[in-house]
């Protein structure tokens, strides 16, 4: 039985991520350095998301790590005007030393470009990823991990979701560098 739920919720998961664009909605929440990072300040370029936690034993690492790649691959390419933002989904424990100590555990090329975002509840970031990228978050009543989607969102100048990329496995990373690469020209 607990295979069943398993996997419904897994196909739950999966069909939010596939849904459609959407402009993301006004928030400031606070980076792994401290600083307040909005909407606002995000505007006028583009900009990588995706949702994890620090403590995360199964996806997190690998898309985090993920990410770190594409960013080496699009400074190879040239393209450096871009934000990659990271939104925590167990914000009772990521703080923003929690998350900076995270972030310094990868080879991030340029970790000047990164927010991993923090300071707010577990119901807003929930409410948050369902309403701006049609994505999952909810925490298993079974362990302290919580259950997310694995995508990649591409958002543009403007915060309007523009394309989601499974960030987990079999990553479209020239994909991304060109979609990036389109709206960086646009600039």
Not at 89 to 114: C, F, M, R
Not at 116 to 122: A, E, F, P, V
Not at 178 to 185: A, H, N, P, R, W
Request: aromatic residues 10%; contains cysteine.
């Amino acid at each position: 039985m607990r295979l069943i739920s398993f996997l419904a919720l897994v196909s739950l998961v999966l069909l939010l991520s596939a849904c459609g664009s959407s402009t993301i909605e006004n928030f400031s929440y606070t980076d792994q350095r401290g600083d307040s990072v909005s909407l606002e300040d995000l505007k006028g370029t583009p900009w990588l998301a995706t949702f994890v936690f620090t403590n995360c034993t199964t996806v997190c690492p690998p898309m985090t790590f993920n990410l770190s790649d594409i960013q080496q691959q699009l400074a190879a390419s040239g393209l450096e005007d871009y934000k990659i933002v990271a939104f925590s989904v167990d914000p009772v424990v990521d703080t923003p030393e929690t998350l900076q100590n995270y972030l310094a555990q990868y080879s991030v090329p340029d970790e000047s470009k990164w927010h991993l975002l923090t300071g707010y509840t577990q119901l807003e970031i929930t409410d948050f990823a369902k309403n701006n990228f049609s994505s999952f978050v909810r925490n298993d009543p079974e362990s302290d991990q919580v259950i997310h989607g694995t995508n990649f969102y591409l958002v543009d100048q403007k915060g309007v979701v523009v394309n989601n990329y499974d960030g987990f496995e079999d990553v479209p990373v020239e994909d991304i560098k060109k979609d990036l690469g389109k709206l960086i020209e646009e600039n």
